[in-house]
T-cell receptor, first 114, second 110 residues
Framework: SAVISQKPSRDICQRGTSLTIQCQVD?????MFWYRQQPGQSLTLIAT?????????ESGFVIDKFPISRPNLTFSTLTVSNMSPEDSSIYLC???????????FGSGTRLTVV | GQQVMQIPQYQHVQEGEDFTTYCNSS?????IQWYKQRPGGHPVFLIQ?????EVKKQKRLTFQFGEAKKNSSLHITATQTTDVGTYFC??????????FGKGTMLLVSP
């Protein structure tokens, strides 16, 4: 299965600023996704990152707040824009290379907005 | 929309005891996946079940998929402290996206 490198691993940001999270996969993946997870909670899908086109966002998430890029099959970024304390969470990218391997996750970015 | 419910939310066992977590979907699933997330870690894929009534084993872990493909279970025999973590089931929604259950947090005391 693929290995996903995610950075930064954590950050503390001022409200009103933006943070870009990067994910690099060591092999081509069919699909890439971005999730948000509050500590002790389940994973909530933010969007599917589509290569070369606009991401597909889930209900409650919009492009202006969470712009996503995926310029090729092995790289994607998520930007958390105009941050507020409510954006404090763990953000995870994920990808799949085949159904038998499930989804591989990056190590996550723990974001604190102050 | 599809909902994936998981019980219990939390279980604390003594090392050597068995553990089971149950997953129920509001709709029939084409497959179900199980993940484990260690404290401070990220989810790691354990297994995928596809066939109605399927049973798969990984050492002390036994995974089952219900006949109606709407429920699943994960059973751990003789838990060890290394089993500590949160176990999530996940079912597909739409094209290649997953809906995760709320997870069962397992704590194992030595």
């Amino acid at each position: 299965s693929a290995v996903i490198s995610q950075k930064p691993s954590r950050d503390i940001c001022q409200r009103g600023t933006s943070l870009t999270i990067q994910c690099q996969v060591d092999s081509q993946v069919t699909m890439m996704f971005w999730y948000r997870q509050q500590p002790g909670q389940s994973l909530t899908l933010i969007a599917t990152a589509n290569q070369g086109s606009e991401a597909t966002y889930e209900s409650g998430f919009v492009i202006d707040k969470f712009p996503i890029s995926r310029p090729n099959l092995t790289f994607s970024t998520l930007t958390v824009s105009n941050m507020s304390p409510e954006d404090s969470s763990i953000y995870l990218c994920s990808g799949n290379t085949g159904t038998e391997y499930g989804y591989t996750f990056g190590s996550g970015t723990r974001l604190t907005v102050v | 929309g599809q909902q994936v419910m998981q019980i219990p939310q939390y279980q604390h066992v003594q090392e050597g005891e068995d553990f089971t977590t149950y997953c129920n979907s509001s709709t029939t699933l084409s497959n179900i996946q199980w993940y484990k997330q260690r404290p401070g870690g990220h989810p790691v894929f354990l297994i995928q079940l596809v066939k109605s009534g399927e049973v798969k084993k990984q050492k002390r872990l036994t995974f089952q998929f219900g006949e109606a493909k709407k429920n699943s279970s994960l059973h751990i025999t003789a838990t060890q402290t290394t089993d500590v973590g949160t176990y999530f089931c996940a079912g597909p929604t739409g094209y290649s996206t997953l809906t995760f259950g709320k997870g069962t947090m397992l704590l194992v005391s030595p």
